[in-house]
């Protein structure tokens, strides 16, 4: 991290140019925000404090973004300049409370789920500029993509339980707060059991409180402490919890490494009932823009084309020509679904993956391995 002038990588010109007139000029705008503003204000949408803190941080972020790209080939020397750049900038950005909130990690990582239902929401108790700063980042497309991929989910699963036929079996992986269960319709005649797993004990006592004791005959929703990554032994996750008809996660995949998301989705393929759904989310990188979070939020997931997605179900031994994809309403997240049945689930021996396996592509995420959305 850049700590001093005495670094030798913050003597760079191109470091010194890019604090100097950017970062500078983007703290000007905060303060001049932040001496405009009333501390106790809310904000007001579309006014002018609003458009302007909206111009500052897009002029931010397009700077950001071109250091970076000028810097690709030197991912620590970004990295540094990325610490330093939210040192400079927490007066003012930390009076967010989404900045505030992915700055300090208090559950562990960023998108905890009191960042997600915050997302939901759209609204937080920060007051003053960072009423204003979280009125933008509520608006930035992947927040947008975030709740069009809890309403697509939730459609999915209504459509999917009336497509079936007796009693249904669920299990949410790395659930976060459960918010596609409000409002949840009743399938009179039937029983909907839900495992909601999550590793966060917070988040498990706030489904208990706020969603599980608001469904309707019928459904029951169990919050259950449990590490993802111990879906990869299908015989312990059986013997544990049984099997599923439909198994889904929207939020935990961008976290992992390829490594880890083949053995678990290895794992719930096998621990699918006959017949048993699938269903995985992916932002897919193509069609938004990190930097906000990387920059601005320290908020970090690896970054995969819908063809890395892919390559990563085809070492799992699933067969992609046999997936559904569907895109939530903004378009940047997908929804990979793959049915227990013939032809769509394959077990490959490790000679013949690693002879047909694709080159795979390098991340750069520096996420800790263990982080869940």
């Given at each position: 991290?850049?700590?001093?002038?005495?670094?030798?990588?913050?003597k760079l010109p191109a470091v010194l140019e890019f604090f100097s007139q950017d970062v500078a000029e983007f703290k000007k705008q905060l303060a001049q925000l932040e001496s405009e503003i009333d501390k106790d204000a809310t904000a007001v949408p579309n006014s002018d404090l609003h458009k302007r803190t909206i111009a500052a941080l897009e002029q931010s972020v397009i700077a950001c973004r071109k250091f970076e790209d000028e810097h690709e080939d030197n991912p620590e020397l970004i990295k540094e300049v990325q610490a330093r750049f939210r040192e400079e900038t927490a007066p003012w950005?930390?009076?967010?409370?989404?900045?505030?909130?992915?700055?300090?990690?208090?559950?562990?990582?960023?998108?905890?789920?009191?960042?997600?239902?915050?997302?939901?929401?759209?609204?937080?108790p920060a007051r003053?500029?960072?009423?204003?700063?979280?009125?933008?980042?509520?608006?930035?497309?992947?927040?947008?993509?975030?709740?069009?991929?809890?309403?697509?989910?939730?459609e999915y699963l209504e459509?999917?339980?009336?497509?079936?036929?007796?009693?249904?079996?669920i299990l949410d992986i790395a659930c976060g707060p459960c918010r596609e269960f409000l409002d949840w319709p009743e399938f009179a005649g039937r029983s909907i059991e839900v495992i909601a797993m999550d590793n966060d004990p917070v988040a498990l006592e706030y489904i208990e409180a706020t969603v599980a004791t608001q469904l309707p005959k019928g459904t029951t929703l169990i919050p259950t402490r449990y590490n993802a990554m111990r879906a990869k032994k299908s015989e312990a996750t059986i013997k544990?919890?049984?099997?599923?008809?439909?198994?889904?996660?929207?939020?935990?995949?961008?976290?992992?490494?390829?490594?880890?998301?083949?053995?678990?989705?290895?794992?719930?393929?096998?621990?699918?009932?006959?017949?048993?759904?699938?269903?995985?989310?992916?932002?897919?990188?193509?069609?938004?823009?990190?930097?906000p979070y990387q920059w601005h939020l320290d908020w970090f997931f690896y970054q995969r084309t819908v063809e890395d997605v892919l390559h990563i179900f085809e070492e799992a031994g699933f067969n992609t020509e046999k997936m559904d994809l569907t895109r939530d309403r903004s378009g940047i997240i997908v929804n990979y679904v793959s049915h227990q049945s013939p032809g769509c689930i394959r077990r490959i021996d490790s000679a013949e993956l690693s002879r047909s396996a694709r080159a795979k592509r390098k991340s750069t995420s520096s996420v800790d391995s263990q982080q869940q959305d």
């Amino acid at each position: 991290m850049i700590q001093s002038n005495d670094s030798t990588t913050s003597k760079l010109p191109a470091v010194l140019e890019f604090f100097s007139q950017d970062v500078a000029e983007f703290k000007k705008q905060l303060a001049q925000l932040e001496s405009e503003i009333d501390k106790d204000a809310t904000a007001v949408p579309n006014s002018d404090l609003h458009k302007r803190t909206i111009a500052a941080l897009e002029q931010s972020v397009i700077a950001c973004r071109k250091f970076e790209d000028e810097h690709e080939d030197n991912p620590e020397l970004i990295k540094e300049v990325q610490a330093r750049f939210r040192e400079e900038t927490a007066p003012w950005l930390e009076q967010s409370w989404f900045a505030n909130r992915a700055h300090t990690k208090p559950s562990g990582f960023a998108g905890d789920y009191e960042m997600l239902v915050k997302i939901y929401e759209g609204a937080t108790p920060a007051r003053g500029l960072g009423a204003y700063l979280d009125l933008c980042f509520m608006d930035i497309p992947l927040a947008n993509a975030v709740r069009g991929r809890k309403d697509m989910v939730r459609e999915y699963l209504e459509k999917d339980i009336a497509n079936r036929t007796g009693d249904i079996r669920i299990l949410d992986i790395a659930c976060g707060p459960c918010r596609e269960f409000l409002d949840w319709p009743e399938f009179a005649g039937r029983s909907i059991e839900v495992i909601a797993m999550d590793n966060d004990p917070v988040a498990l006592e706030y489904i208990e409180a706020t969603v599980a004791t608001q469904l309707p005959k019928g459904t029951t929703l169990i919050p259950t402490r449990y590490n993802a990554m111990r879906a990869k032994k299908s015989e312990a996750t059986i013997k544990k919890f049984g099997k599923f008809d439909i198994i889904y996660s929207v939020g935990l995949a961008d976290y992992l490494t390829d490594e880890q998301l083949v053995g678990i989705f290895s794992g719930l393929g096998e621990t699918l009932n006959e017949g048993g759904a699938l269903v995985i989310a992916f932002k897919d990188t193509e069609r938004y823009d990190e930097t906000p979070y990387q920059w601005h939020l320290d908020w970090f997931f690896y970054q995969r084309t819908v063809e890395d997605v892919l390559h990563i179900f085809e070492e799992a031994g699933f067969n992609t020509e046999k997936m559904d994809l569907t895109r939530d309403r903004s378009g940047i997240i997908v929804n990979y679904v793959s049915h227990q049945s013939p032809g769509c689930i394959r077990r490959i021996d490790s000679a013949e993956l690693s002879r047909s396996a694709r080159a795979k592509r390098k991340s750069t995420s520096s996420v800790d391995s263990q982080q869940q959305d």
